[in-house]
């Protein structure tokens, strides 16, 4: 783990020396024919970059798209995007943070890839249902910049357990809970093996270890924040500047999917099943779990442990709304100021979320996007009499 984390810094700042230079005349996006180069780890969070190129909404915007090329882990998806092998892809929030404001690289939020879709899963005959539970225990996160990591030691703090990043042979001190780093397609097999006690993901790996180890969701992350951002749409600033119309397209597309997939939940489990297109590495029925799976008979009150708790909240297992709320990007960069992870952090202390908010992103893609299909009013989850702002709801 230390060697391939080594080597991943040593090539993100090699790529961060490149990439932040302007962009050559031979690059993609400065050459007539514009191609989309999109990279995706295999998770549903990927769904609405996946169902554009699956449905042809890129070709019917107009633009060019090679075939999505699949990752395996975070790390690689991001060090690729760095040395330019995808100009487009999803990303854990909290990493263009990093990438921007540590590593000095110009890379732009477009807009929200979907919102909640992970949970936070343990051996389903564990006796865990709930954070103060977690005391001793070894939990596997994804990311150290990601959304997981955040709510999970928001969870943790608020019953007074301490994480700690450690090797998983030292004994834990009382009241404190172990994090490290493992890849979503690992995490499964690593509790169905009892390896580690649980892990907190996105899915289809919640659902996954569900249908085939039995295990339990403890929570969902949406029910603790609600209709929380995870992944979120990014490119490079210079390329926004220099192909602003084919940005426009690509964000077009995309918004296009994210309408579809909420209208048609079984087709686009199938579209990305083994039985489909093959994007995803799992079956059709458990992705039918992802996308419709969320009722208060398995996960509501009367269940141990309670996964929902706040049904009136009429939350998904997974949603796709779009646009990118200020305040919630500023709630993530304070958050991560307190949140324990791995490397340099020092950078976090010295962010004003408020100019993070107005710097990170760029919403005028989406904007547009939004009104092309008809207006905020088309997502379900935005308030149409405030669309551009919202209150963030954290509820442990």
């Not at 489990?269 to 458990?286: F, M, N, T």
């Not at 419709?292 to 309670?306: E, L, M, S």
Request: net charge positive; aromatic share 10%.
């Amino acid at each position: 783990m230390k060697t391939s984390r080594r080597n991943f810094i040593k090539a993100t700042a090699a790529a961060v020396g490149a990439m932040s230079l302007p962009l050559p005349l031979t690059s993609s996006f400065g050459a007539e024919n514009v191609e989309l180069k999109i990279g995706f780890l295999p998770i549903t969070d990927a769904a609405p970059l996946l169902i554009a190129h699956a449905n042809g909404f890129f070709e019917e915007e107009g633009i060019k798209v090679r075939e999505p090329i699949k990752v395996r882990s975070w790390s690689t998806l991001t060090e690729s995007f760095l040395t330019g092998k995808f100009n487009l892809t999803h990303m854990l929030l909290p990493i263009p943070v990093w990438m921007r404001y540590n590593n000095k690289f110009p890379v732009k939020v477009l807009a929200w890839d979907h919102t909640n879709g992970s949970a936070l899963t343990v051996h389903g005959n564990s006796g865990i249902r709930g954070f103060s539970d977690l005391d001793g225990k070894q939990i596997a996160v994804p990311y150290w910049y990601s959304m997981h990591n955040i709510i999970l030691q928001m969870g943790l703090k608020k019953v007074g357990l301490t994480p700690v990043i450690q090797p998983q042979y030292r004994p834990l001190k009382p009241g404190q809970v172990n994090l490290f780093i493992l890849p979503p397609s690992e995490m499964p097999a690593a509790l169905s093996g009892k390896k580690i006690d649980g892990f907190i993901v996105a899915e289809p790996y919640n659902a996954l270890a569900e249908i085939k180890t039995r295990a339990r969701i403890m929570r969902f992350t949406g029910d603790i924040w609600k209709n929380h951002p995870c992944c979120v749409l990014v490119m490079h600033e210079n390329h926004i500047r220099e192909q602003p119309v084919f940005i426009q397209k690509a964000i077009n597309a995309i918004v296009r999917a994210q309408l579809w997939i909420t209208h048609n939940p079984e087709k686009t489990a199938w579209i990305l099943s083994r039985q489909g297109r093959k994007y995803l590495p799992v079956s059709e029925k458990i992705l039918l779990r992802v996308f419709k799976g969320y009722d208060q008979k398995t996960y509501g009150k009367g269940v141990a442990p309670q996964a929902i708790q706040h049904p009136e909240w009429g939350s998904s297992r997974i949603g796709f709304q779009p646009y990118p709320y200020s305040s919630a990007t500023r709630f993530i960069t304070n958050e991560m100021k307190h949140t324990l992870m791995e490397g340099k952090t020092a950078f976090l202390k010295k962010l004003d979320v408020d100019f993070v908010a107005k710097d990170l992103v760029d919403d005028s893609f989406v904007k547009n996007a939004i009104n092309n299909i008809g207006g905020p009013e088309k997502f379900s989850a935005i308030d149409i009499t405030h669309p551009w702002d919202r209150e963030e709801i954290i509820e442990i």
